[in-house]
């Protein structure tokens, strides 16, 4: 049994659920051939700084917006004297010690990895985004999955070997390949088949956002329209929109929820963050895509290059997110987008990812 250190990050959900895919492909397929072990590498090596540090990521995507985008783009070039890079380095020569893998995969900028080029242990970085930051630059990594062709030309630029870089995609879960029976869902759900269905994601607004004001202000812009709204584990939010709109059979309020796939396939627009796993699944999905207000970092990254490709709007405020819902869904532009997003989804990324590394893995 070939032994893989699976190495992830708990700051944001994105690199957790690209772990989570991952690692879910080499169990169905190559359970018989690898043993998975996965490290939430910073959180284990600082048990008490890591709850501390995520509490100010969290915040700073609400209060310290600037600061964050300004942190961002100033470690663009300067992978080799990242604040963070010796953090974990003695945790991680302790976890290698009593894993003993035959390779390491990484969906977290971890440039501690770096410090192991001499210990011969193939690594592969999974990048997470539609743009290149040098914090995922590793020395001596033998594999790097990118999404872009412009990530693949950072990378060259940068004088990783082009044999290295593979353009399979974001791994997201696999199920967002199947085919979706859309009618049944709805009707399941208790939704018209013939309305078309704005999907609003909770955890893409303020805390200050009056949800109940969105959610009439899309009604009003059409009698076609119906909402779905995805709380998350805001408990409040979605104890007050399940009130106000309990009898409201063009409303429906969701919790946390295992279906965001079965939704996304379901739903004419989307309203977003502009995570690089959400909308990998949005394009797979072939949603219409609003990406609001995005932070400036990746986000802000990520956004620019849906909206470059015409595959989303970017909304600053509730009354682009109006606008904009209302623009997407003349027939003119549902093809135009819808037809751009099919030409960019590369499918299979998690299963094509995995059976690359098999490759490589059953070579040696």
Known sequence: MKRILLITGSFGNGHLQVSKNVREIF???????????????????????????????????????????????????????????????????????????????STFPTPALSLLKNKKIPIVNIITDYHFH????????????????????????????KNKIKKFGIPIAE??????????????????????TVLLSAGAFGVSTDFAMLIEQLKKKSNDVQVVVICGKNKKLKNELDYKYSRDKDVKIFGYTENMCEWMKSSSVLITKA????????????????????????EMENARYFKKHNMAKIAKNQEEVLKYVEQLLSKDNIEKMKSNMRGNYLPKASYNICEDIMSYLDSI
Do not use: C
């Open 275 to 298: 995570g690089g796993v959400t909308i990998s699944e949005a394009l797979a999905s072939n949603i219409l895509l609003i990406l609001f207000n995005p932070v400036p970092g990746q």
């Open 27 to 105: 169990e169905k397929y190559y359970g018989d051939k690898v043993t998975v072990i996965e490290s939430d590498l910073f959180l284990q090596a600082h048990p008490n700084l890591t709850p501390v540090l995520k509490k100010l990521y969290l915040y700073s995507f609400s209060y310290f917006r600037d600061i964050y985008g300004y942190l961002y783009y100033a470690g663009r070039n300067q992978s080799d004297i990242s604040v963070y890079r010796y953090f974990s380095y003695e945790y991680l020569k302790r976890l290698m010690k009593e894993v003993k893998p035959d390779i390491i995969i």
């Open 175 to 196: 199920k967002f390949d199947d085919i979706l029976d859309v009618d049944s869902w709805l009707k399941d759900n208790g939704l018209s088949t013939t309305k078309n």
């Open 134 to 161: 040098k914090s995922w630059l590793t020395k001596g990594a033998f594999r790097y999955y990118v999404a872009t062709n412009d990530t693949e030309k950072e990378l060259l630029k940068l004088g990783v070997e």
